[in-house]
């Protein structure tokens, strides 16, 4: 080959790489989860950090979420998903690009809250001054608490943080997403500190780049589907004329239901995606009205 000659262009597109962390720990098995119902499947080796993935053009690795947007804001790690309360007490400046609200056990944002044992004389946040206080969240605990007035001892916790109070410490600020581990550890939350949840979060640089931009932004789009078809259902049946438009009436839709005539004279195929929680009301009420032939199925993506 000559010596100026261009570059192959399998060769220019195997340099195309994005530097993905996910995150370790409590989240790293809703995320892969959520990363399959994508379309981006990945093994992991208990031995590993680093992800055998089905797209060449990812290089993924498992880093914990409290650490990961000091990588990414570094340029060590293109992009990657952490929650918004690790950004705010790294002060990470980093580029936002999509907001993926779920958690270990469910879709909704967690809370970091003030906990003090149930028969604590502790009763407010102002009864905090001059007590001392265990957390993960350090910076933000010490923002909490000036924004009110209070100056409090906040030491970080290396973990068990439930159990330090109230021989180690006076109150703790852990993180909850249903608060039954604090109940079962005797705790009695005194106020939510910052409510936070996943996102997915780039590299400012990187974020310039044309290639690595879409890269993130595909990335973005479709987990985002995939999150909003996890409450969601498909829904098809088939209905006589005379009793369509009782039937589309009680349909729920993105936008409108997709009606469709059928072979033969006055039958229609009715299709459309519902949440998945009214579904149980829903369906009898539609046989009631004269729909036949319902199917409720499963969805991986909803692409708004």
Same mark, same amino acid.
């Given at each position: 080959?000559?010596? %100026?000659?261009p570059?192959p262009?399998?060769?220019?597109?195997?340099a195309k790489?994005l &530097?993905?962390?996910?995150?370790? /720990?409590s989240?790293?098995?809703? +995320?892969?989860?959520?990363?399959?119902?994508?379309?981006?499947?990945?093994?992991?080796?208990?031995?590993?950090?680093?992800?055998?993935?089905? $797209?060449?053009?990812?290089? !993924?690795?498992?880093?914990?979420a409290?650490e990961?947007?000091?990588?990414?804001?570094?340029g060590?790690?293109?992009?990657?998903?952490? @929650?918004?309360?690790?950004i705010?007490? %790294?002060?990470?400046r980093?580029?936002?690009?999509?907001?993926?609200?779920?958690a270990?056990?469910? &879709?909704? !944002?967690?809370?970091?809250?003030?906990a003090?044992?149930?028969?604590?004389?502790i009763?407010?946040?102002?009864?905090?001054q @001059? *007590? #001392?206080?265990?957390?993960?969240?350090?910076?933000?605990t010490?923002?909490?608490l000036?924004?009110r /007035?209070?100056?409090?001892? =906040?030491?970080?916790s290396?973990?068990? +943080?439930e159990?330090?109070?109230?021989?180690?410490? $006076?109150?703790?600020? $852990?993180?909850?997403? +249903?608060?039954?581990s604090?109940?079962? %550890?005797k705790? &009695?939350?005194?106020?939510?500190? =910052?409510?936070?949840? +996943?996102?997915?979060?780039?590299n #400012?640089?990187?974020?310039q $780049?044309?290639? *690595?931009?879409?890269?993130?932004?595909?990335?973005?789009?479709?987990?985002? @589907?995939?999150?909003?078809?996890?409450e969601k259902?498909g829904?098809?049946?088939?209905?006589?004329?005379?009793?369509?438009?009782r039937?589309?009436?009680?349909?729920?839709?993105l936008?409108?239901p997709?009606v469709?005539?059928?072979?033969g004279?006055g039958?229609?195929a009715?299709?459309?995606?519902?949440?998945?929680? =009214?579904a #149980?009301?829903?369906?009898?009420?539609?046989?009631?009205?004269?729909?036949? @032939?319902?199917?409720e199925?499963?969805? %991986? *993506?909803?692409?708004?």
């Open positions: 080959m000559a010596r %100026n000659a570059k262009a399998a060769a220019e597109q195997a790489v &530097r993905l962390g996910l995150p370790a /720990g989240l790293q098995e809703a +995320t892969l989860d959520l990363f399959a119902k994508a379309g981006w499947s990945f093994a992991v080796d208990r031995r590993s950090y680093y992800p055998r993935g089905d $797209d060449p053009e990812l290089e !993924p690795i498992l880093i914990r409290q990961m947007s000091r990588y990414v804001e570094q060590a790690l293109d992009a990657g998903l952490t @929650g918004q309360d690790w705010l007490e %790294n002060a990470s980093v580029q936002v690009v999509a907001d993926l609200v779920y270990k056990q469910r &879709r909704a !944002p967690v809370r970091w809250v003030i003090v044992p149930e028969d604590s004389p009763k407010a946040v102002s009864d905090l @001059g *007590k #001392r206080i265990a957390t993960e969240l350090v910076e933000g010490r923002r909490f000036a924004a /007035g209070v100056k409090a001892e =906040v030491e970080f290396w973990g068990a +943080t159990v330090k109070a109230p021989r180690l410490v $006076d109150a703790i600020v $852990d993180i909850t997403e +249903t608060g039954s604090l109940r079962a %550890n705790l &009695r939350i005194l106020e939510t500190v =910052v409510e936070s949840h +996943t996102q997915l979060i780039a #400012r640089s990187a974020w $780049d044309g290639w *690595k931009r879409a890269k993130i932004s595909s990335l973005a789009l479709m987990l985002q @589907g995939a999150l909003l078809a996890k259902v829904l098809k049946l088939n209905v006589q004329q005379q009793d369509l438009e039937v589309v009436k009680l349909l729920p839709a936008k409108q997709t469709s005539p059928l072979a004279s039958w229609f009715v299709e459309t995606i519902i949440d998945e929680s =009214v #149980r009301e829903l369906i009898p009420g539609l046989k009631a009205a004269g729909a036949q @032939g319902i199917i199925y499963p969805l %991986n *993506k909803v692409i708004p």
